[in-house]
């Protein structure tokens, strides 16, 4: 519960530290950064908290080692919501959350032994929180695939991996509303991964590994907004990411989604 309240409020934060001075007219590299960050950060809700799940997921389901057949793992859906409270003033906002996904396990074919050779996932999310300064609502979609899931596979001694391979996209698009001055910030973040490992064990963080992203949207009455960016996991140190946008360079904590220099 404690996380799912940090990632809801994570993009109002975020709204309020990188909107400047009504008279801009688009969002800056920097500010565009903070939003990339957080759309890919842990505790903000982003692309390695549905990888993490994922893996957590598929890599502790028995059927990796007991079947032969193309299989659903998983195929369900998770809603919550509750209030915002304040000491002095009771309840003063709510937040929602929804996300429903899918893991497919597929076999290889042909001349037995038989194993799993590729673990399929889709999903789709939403959530919103609604104080009485901010607003913000965000919803959004993935497709990954998992590969080189076994370290040795013979038949029936399958044995998992440490490291999964991924590749895939995630979408997050997302809309923050400063409710003091109207301010407005819609935006929709696309990151396209490639070749990226992920712990099976531990941490189920991301190792190592390289996406695409782009990065769009509009301040309303100020201008229009794109970007492309690189983003390489696991550099200069193991938890951080560096992400290249027009010539800066910016590193980001993959944990919280945040830029830390």
Same mark, same amino acid.
């Given at each position: 519960?404690?996380?799912?309240?940090?990632?809801?409020?994570?993009?109002?934060? *975020?709204?309020?530290?990188?909107?400047?001075?009504?008279?801009?007219?688009?969002?800056?590299?920097?500010?565009?950064?903070?939003?990339?960050?957080?759309?890919?950060?842990?505790?903000?809700?982003?692309?390695?908290?549905?990888?993490?799940?994922?893996?957590?997921?598929?890599?502790?389901?028995?059927?990796?080692?007991?079947?032969?057949?193309?299989?659903?793992?998983?195929?369900?859906?998770?809603?919550?919501?509750?209030?915002?409270?304040?000491?002095?003033?009771?309840?003063?906002?709510?937040?929602?959350?929804?996300?429903?996904?899918?893991?497919?396990?597929?076999?290889?074919?042909?001349?037995?032994?038989?194993?799993?050779?590729?673990?399929?996932?889709?999903?789709?999310?939403?959530?919103?929180?609604?104080?009485?300064?901010?607003?913000?609502?965000?919803?959004?979609?993935?497709?990954?695939?998992?590969?080189?899931?076994?370290?040795?596979?013979?038949?029936?001694?399958?044995?998992?991996?440490? *490291?999964?391979?991924?590749?895939?996209?995630?979408?997050?698009?997302?809309?923050?509303?400063?409710?003091?001055?109207?301010?407005?910030?819609?935006?929709?973040?696309?990151?396209?991964?490639?070749?990226?490992?992920?712990?099976?064990?531990?941490?189920?963080?991301?190792?190592?590994?390289?996406?695409?992203?782009?990065?769009?949207?509009?301040?309303?009455?100020?201008?229009?907004?794109?970007?492309?960016?690189?983003?390489?996991?696991?550099?200069?140190?193991?938890?951080?990411?560096?992400?290249?946008?027009?010539?800066?360079?910016?590193?980001?904590?993959?944990?919280?989604?945040?830029?830390?220099?």
């Amino acid at each position: 519960m404690k996380k799912l309240l940090t990632l809801l409020l994570a993009g109002v934060l *975020l709204f309020v530290s990188s909107c400047k001075d009504d008279d801009e007219n688009s969002i800056s590299p920097d500010e565009a950064a903070a939003l990339i960050a957080a759309a890919v950060g842990d505790n903000s809700g982003g692309a390695v908290s549905y990888v993490g799940t994922t893996v957590d997921v598929a890599s502790n389901d028995n059927q990796l080692k007991s079947t032969n057949t193309e299989i659903t793992l998983v195929d369900s859906s998770y809603t919550d919501s509750g209030t915002f409270t304040s000491n002095t003033d009771g309840v003063i906002g709510d937040w929602n959350y929804f996300w429903s996904f899918t893991h497919i396990l597929e076999y290889a074919s042909g001349i037995a032994p038989i194993y799993p050779v590729k673990i399929k996932t889709d999903f789709t999310y939403n959530g919103a929180v609604d104080l009485p300064r901010f607003s913000s609502s965000h919803n959004g979609s993935g497709e990954l695939s998992y590969t080189e899931l076994a370290a040795n596979a013979q038949g029936s001694n399958f044995v998992l991996d440490s *490291l999964w391979l991924f590749n895939g996209t995630f979408v997050k698009e997302a809309t923050f509303i400063n409710k003091v001055n109207q301010k407005t910030i819609t935006s929709k973040t696309t990151l396209n991964f490639d070749d990226c490992q992920v712990y099976t064990d531990g941490s189920k963080k991301i190792k190592t590994g390289f996406a695409r992203v782009t990065i769009k949207g509009e301040v309303p009455n100020k201008g229009e907004f794109e970007y492309n960016a690189t983003l390489t996991f696991g550099i200069p140190i193991k938890g951080q990411g560096v992400l290249e946008i027009n010539g800066n360079i910016y590193t980001f904590s993959v944990e919280s989604g945040e830029i830390v220099k």
